[in-house]
Structures are given as C-alpha cells and as structure tokens.
C-alpha cells in the first residue's frame, strides 16, 4: 500500500507544469498581498508610526498607560490648534493626532468590552423572560446559548493586531490553491483513462480498492501540502509586511471578532481556521477526483470542476442566507471560514440552535465521505467490467 | 469549403460541441434571470405600479414634472400619516378592534401601491440631484453594470479551441492531417476561421440572448437616453446612447472571445495538452481580473479579462484603492484595440508557423 501511494504522489508532483504553476502562483500571492496591503507610498511611515504610539499603552492595560495615550492625543491636538513646534513621529502634529485618536478608540472599545458583553447579557435575560412567556423553545435555546458563550469574557491586556484584520480578511490565496489542485487532481483517474492505463490498472490484485486508496490519499495529501505551502506564505508575509502582535490576546480583541462564539487566543485561531480551510481545500480536492473517475477526458475535469467551483462560489456571495442549506455543505465557506466565527451564527436543527461551523463541518465530513464511496463504488464497477 | 464543412461537422456532431454550448447557453441565461430577480425587490403588483408612474413622467425632469411629483409625496406621506394616526386611535382604544382591523385593511390595499410609487420617487429624486433623466433602469443594470467575467462563453471558447485543434494534436491525428495535401494549406487555415466565425457568433448571440430576456422579464425602455442615466455612468464622458453602449459592449466582448480562442489555440500548439491550454486560458483569464480588480493597468494589458468585463471601458472614474483614475479615453481604447488586433495576428503567424514547421520536420 505505501509503495502505491508513494507512486500516486510521486506522479502528481513529478509534473512539472503542477510544480511551475504552484510556484508561480504562490510569487502572484506574495506580490498581490504585498499591493493590497502597501497601498499607498507613505505606508511604512504610517506603519512605523502607529506602531510607535501602540507600544506606549501595549501590555497589560492600566489606567496610567490609557492616560498616557490620551495625553499624547491631546498633546498632538493642542499643538496643532495652537501651530506649537513640538517633536512628532510624522511631519505634523495633526498626523500624530488622527493615529492616536484612532488607537485610543480601539483601546476604549477593549476597556468597555467587559461591560458591553454585560449588556448584551442583560438584553438577553429580558427576551428569556419574554421568551418563556410564549413558550418558544427553540428562542429560549438561542438566548441560553448567548448567555453562556459570552460568560466571563474580558479583555486584559492591549496590543497593536492591525495585521491580523487583514489576514483573517484575506482569501485569494485559496482560489489560487483551488486552481492548483484541480490542476494536479483532474488527471487522477481521467489521465490513465486518456492513456489506457487504468483498465490495465485496475485488473491487477492492487488495482481495485487499494490502488483506487493510494489514489485519494495521494490527492488528499497534494492538497494539504499545497495548502499548508500557501496559508504558511501567507502569515508569513502578513507578518513581515504589518503588525501582528499579541498572538495570545482572545480572538474577541480584534474588532470583527467582538462577539465571535469562539474564545480561543488569537494563535490558536490561526491554526483552527487554517486547518478549517485545508479541510475545505480538501473537499474540493475530493470532489475533483470524483469528476476524474466519472469523465474521460482530463480537460473535461478541469472544465466541469471550475464550472462547480465557480458556482459554488457564486452561491456564497450571492445567497449565503437564501440557500442555508446548500450553503452547509459548501466548501467554499470552509475556505472563507473566518466569516462564519464574526458573529454568533446559529442554525435550528430539530429546535436545538447549533453552531453553523460546527454544522458546516460535519455536513462536510458526511458529503467527503459519501463521495469516497462513490468513487470506490465506481472504480470496483470498472474493475469488474475489465474483469469480467 | 469541404475541410471546413468537415471541420465543422466533426466539431458540433462527432465531438458534441453543439451540446455543450447548449447546456452552457442554458446556464448563464438562468444565471441572469437570477440576478434580475434578485436585483428587484419590489413585489410584481408594486413593480407595475412603479413602471405605469415611470411611464407617465418618463424623460427630461422640468419644474412642472416635479411639481407634480411632489404632489404624489405628499398624497403617499398622508396615507402614511393617516394609518398611523388610526394605529394611535386603536392604542387609545378610540375606535372599535373592528372598526381599526377594518380601516388598516384598506390602507393595506395601497400598501403595494405606495410601495412602487416610493421606489418612482426615489428614481424621481436621484434623477432630479444628478439633472439625468426619469427612466426604469432596472434591467439596464443588469445588463450594463456586470463586472464580473461570463464563464459559460469563456468554458464554450475554450473547449471549442480544444474539441476543434488540441485534441487532434494531443492524439497525434494532426500529424496525419497536416501530411496531406489540404491539410498543409486548408486545414489550419479553416480551423482558425472557425473559431473566428464561432467566437464572434457566440458573443454576439449571448448579448442579443441576454438583452431579450431582460426585455422579456422587466422591460428595457428608454434605449435611446445617454448613457448617463444608468447608475455608476453619471460621471461618463463619453457621449453615447445606452443601446449603443450595449451593443459596443457586446462588441469588445466578442472581440475578447476572439482573442481568448487564439490565445488558447496558440497555448496548446506549444504545449500539444488539452488539459494545459485550458488551465493557462483560464488562468490567463481569470487571474488579471481578480488581482487588478477596478484598476486602470487591467485596461491597458494583454489579457483578455479587460475585455471580457467590459463595464470599466465607459465608467468615468476607475477607484484604485481610495483613489480614483480618470476614465479610459475613446483614443486610448482605439489605440489599444488597435494593439491586441496586431498581437492577434502575431500570434496566429507565430502558432501556424510553428505547427507548419514540425509537420515539414515529420
């Protein structure tokens, strides 16, 4: 088995074109996320600058270094009002000011977290008592969850996670992966079917269910390296080209992931969706090969796949609450997974409100399943026909 | 006139290429429908109300028009005004359940009605501040502010490209072919001219297919009003009707089919794969439009995206980022079609040479 499966991957990664098509792509990802993040000429100044201003009030948070950050705002504010000379980290004071007010707004919204999370609580046990009044079951589940997702959550400590906005924010980097596995996938089986390899194949001891094994091990394992390949690059250069600290702070310090129902640190979050998005790399890896071992044509693979991918992704944009369901099964919500942790997003299953990641991840592991015998079932048909 | 006949047939029946384009055809019309109706939030009783006021006070937007339009606001805030004051009536229990249900069923009635005439005096309005003028656009933006790229025409081009020439090269027939004696100098010859004539058949026919089914669904009146009166072609300084802005529109997108099916034509006599030539089209296609999304550079690189897209060849100003570019100008367009018309051309001498060459070393 394990020389069969050495085989299947030495035959996806032996492809050169697959290997120059990754590594082109993955230099497009590196450029395109260097431009999209260094949009403007004065970038690095501006960089440097928050950055700075940052680390007066970075750490745990005291009142004195919150002051010291407003004393600085307004220092910047009076000198500008006055047309004072004083020494700034940008050429005007009123620069200095508009980076200072901005963090003092973020460090606000971190100190009154505790508090807002209070309220929101609070709103939650009036609907309960209002809720148990019209005997709502499901209502009364939902504001129970609230109630216990959002316990004891408080944020200690301040730290500059600018960075981590726009890389959790970021999502080209997985159409490109898609482009490159359905590239390496679509000759799995179609390309012996091309060659006249498979019938051959599949008529031997080996070639029935364990060549068929070696295959989607191989395809599933291309597709977990050419995803850690581009997640890894990813952080990588977010993290050289913008300020990522405090990777233990709670995942709700960021500012889209307030009321995220998750409560993990910011580091374990980055595995836990990237993980999330290789499963979800994964999937469309599977599905791929699904199109291989029904069409002749590897080419055709390609085709129908893109067609799918596209679909699937127009889906997402268009009608991500219309077609709730369909949107379950979708991989391209595991791709684009940290959407799904910015809010509290709960679906009715059988009047039990359950986490749509949890829902999404399940359905998804059923469906993977579900095609693996699919395209064992196939294959065994083949081999039986080549048999016979 | 027989190899292209030949050709033809084998494309369209032997390979099942008539098949495909149908099945594809059939997908990007729903894809549109879809869009269309969800573009339209109105209820179909409130649409038509909306249309018939669209109707009435279609065009130039004077004084006397407004005076009247003003005059239907003030008629649908008073119905507003007077459901709320019997809501009031109710709470302060003034008036009867019965007497309340009653009257709020009629003001339910014009619910439908108010909610077109609202959605007329928004168009009313936005015409009045940006002096265009009052016309139902509705399907026109559908048809006109589309920024994405058509897969169904670009999977047909592709796989015509494949079906008709890769294939043949990828099993080695060509070789075959290209021995005989009409195949030296007919056979590429014709295949070139069918993707041509097919390409430009298709992008046509998918423009003249998408502006009947909107016409079809919602109506696209008003043709003959300059561009500026669809939203997001205010600022457009090119002076030109909205049905010819269209059917330009289809032009450039044929014109970018055109050069789609040669660029995968000379992709896959390089590499002889089918499954090659169709990735790097895609690819080539695809990865410009997503990278330089709403910048001015797409308009100006060799690619097809830009024209494919079409919409940022008449929107005034292009946002890059928080910045905006002025629009691309009528000379700057000629200039460049002018450019990718003579890489066309290099491309199809290079492809055939190349071809030609190993056919003379065989």
Known sequence: MKALISGELKKIFSKKIVIIVAGLLLLINVFNIYYSVVDSSDYWLLKEAEDKICSIAEGEITECKVKELVDYRDKMFNANENNEKIETILETPLSDYYIAERIVGKLTAIYNYASSIERLKEDVLIQKDILDSKNNPYLIRVNEKIENVYTQRQITSFYNTTGYEKFFSYNFSSFLIILVVILGVSTLFSGEKEAGMLQLNLSTVNGRIKLTAAKLIACAVFSVTMGLLFYISDYIVFSNITTMNGLNLPIYSLDSFSYSPVSLSIGAFVFFTTAIKIFGVVYIAIIAALFSSVLNRSYIVLAVSFVYVFGLMYITAYSAETMLYINLINPINLLTCTKMFETFNVVDIFKYPIFRYSISLITSSFFISLILLVVFVLNNKSSKKVIK | ?362
Request: hydrophobic share 45%.
């Open chain 2, 1 to 362: 006139m027989t190899v292209l006949r030949q050709e033809s047939y084998k494309l369209f029946v032997k390979r099942g290429f008539l098949f495909l384009v149908l099945l594809l055809l059939v997908f990007d019309l729903t894809v549109t429908a879809v869009d269309l109706k969800a573009s339209v939030t109105l209820t179909q009783p409130s649409f038509l109300v909306y249309k018939e006021y669209i109707e009435k006070y279609k065009g130039e937007v004077t004084d006397e028009k407004m005076q009247q339009i003003n005059d239907i606001r003030i008629e649908t805030e008073l119905i507003y005004e007077n459901k709320q004051k019997i809501q009031e009536k109710y709470k302060n229990n003034s008036i009867s359940r019965r007497e309340y249900e009653e009257k709020i069923a009629e003001f339910n009635k014009y619910e439908s009605k108010t909610e077109g005439i609202n959605a007329f005096l928004s168009v009313a309005d936005t015409a009045w501040l940006n002096e265009t003028q009052i016309m139902d656009n509705t399907g026109w933006n559908v048809l006109l502010n589309d920024s994405s790229i058509d897969l169904a025409t670009v999977i047909i081009v592709i796989s015509l490209v494949i079906l008709l020439c890769i294939y043949d090269i990828e099993t080695g027939i060509d070789y075959m072919k290209l021995s005989t004696v009409k195949g030296k100098s007919i056979l590429l010859k014709s295949q070139l001219t069918i993707i041509i004539s097919f390409s430009v058949f298709i992008g046509l026919f998918v423009s003249l297919a998408k502006y009947l089914l909107v016409d079809l669904m919602y109506g696209l009146d008003s043709s003959s009003f300059s561009l500026q009166n669809i939203a997001g072609f205010e600022q457009a300084t090119k002076d030109i009707s909205i049905l010819s802005a269209y059917a330009l529109l289809g032009a450039i997108k044929t014109f970018g089919l055109i050069f789609l099916g040669i660029i995968t034509f000379t992709i896959g006599i390089f590499l002889s794969s089918s499954l090659y030539s169709a990735f790097f089209s895609f690819a080539l296609t695809y990865l410009p439009a997503y990278i330089l999304r709403d910048k001015r550079l797409l308009y100006f690189l060799p690619f097809p995206s830009a024209m494919l897209i079409g919409k940022g060849w008449f929107v005034s100003l292009i946002s890059e980022g928080d910045t905006y570019f002025a629009e691309i100008s009528t000379n700057e367009m000629i200039g460049y079609f002018l450019l990718m018309s003579l890489v066309i051309v290099l491309l199809i001498i290079v492809s055939m040479r190349y071809k030609l060459k190993g056919r003379t070393k065989l």
